[in-house]
């Protein structure tokens, strides 16, 4: 089924935490939607949704929120630096070094997270008992 754009006068409006809007848009790039309302439409519309309460979610999720936090830090400190670049000092380099290292670590934490918590049998045995 299609639907025409032309017809798109109504708007929905979605409440998500910090955590599943940085989800949602990580997916919705994943898939390469070049927005995220296009995504979410064609998500809600064709995708098969599985809901599954997987061991481990809540971990997953803030290991990967307070990565982001790092990461938005990272991102602010680069800025400062190409704006004041004959301002900083050798200590400021050397911390912005050290937390690049540390979103590094928590990357490896994270992917120890997804191998050792989430119950992936489950996800398989529902899934194989669904009807398509």
């Not at 910090?18 to 070049?34: F, N, P």
């Not at 439409?41 to 936090?69: C, H, M, P, W």
């Not at 540390?102 to 997804?114: F, G, S, V």
């Amino acid at each position: 089924m299609k639907f025409d754009s032309k017809d798109r006068t109504e708007m929905l409006k979605v409440r998500v935490s910090k955590e599943e809007k940085t989800l949602i848009q990580a997916k919705a790039e994943m898939y390469g939607y070049r927005y995220l309302s296009n995504y979410i439409r064609d998500a809600a519309i064709y995708e098969k949704v599985t809901q599954v309460d997987l061991k481990g979610q809540d971990e997953i999720l803030s290991a990967f929120s307070e990565n982001t936090k790092e990461i938005k830090e990272i991102a602010k400190g680069v800025r400062h630096l190409c704006k004041f670049l004959t301002q900083i000092d050798d200590l400021a380099i050397a911390n912005l070094r050290a937390r690049m290292y540390d979103i590094m670590r928590a990357q490896y934490k994270i992917r120890d997270l997804i191998t050792k918590k989430l119950d992936l049998d489950v996800w398989q045995r529902i899934n194989r008992n669904k009807k398509h």
